[in-house]
């Protein structure tokens, strides 16, 4: 079974994602409290991304985590209406496609204890 890694900036909320886990019994995924826009370069590089929350930008640090042959799917934009940007990574290049029009919460940097 693969393993699933998860980035949660917000302490309560990865404490309740955990316990959902274990009652689950979910056991091929590691969580970690910390700034999602950072991903979790230790454990990378990743075949897929998937961002919950949208971007100004493509961050620089997940674009550098996505394995070569991977893909990362992340709503990029400020406004009320984002782009579903699908990035996939072809050696040192990425492409890039609008799959979707969407609207996410904003990502946010930093950790709230």
Known sequence: METVYTVERISGLADR?????????????????????????DE??????????ASRGLPDAL??????GGRMVIP??????????????????????TADYVR???LVGGIVR
């Open 17 to 41: 994602a955990r316990e959902k886990f274990h009652l689950l019994n979910v056991t091929n995924v590691r969580q970690k409290h910390d700034d999602g826009n950072l991903g979790w370069s």
């Open 44 to 53: 990378g590089p990743f075949d897929a991304i998937l961002v919950t929350a």
């Open 63 to 68: 674009l550098e985590q996505l394995a070569e």
């Open 76 to 97: 990029v934009g400020d406004g009320d209406v984002q782009e579903l940007k699908v990035i996939d990574r072809m050696g040192d290049a990425w492409q890039q496609e």
């Open 104 to 106: 996410f919460v904003p």
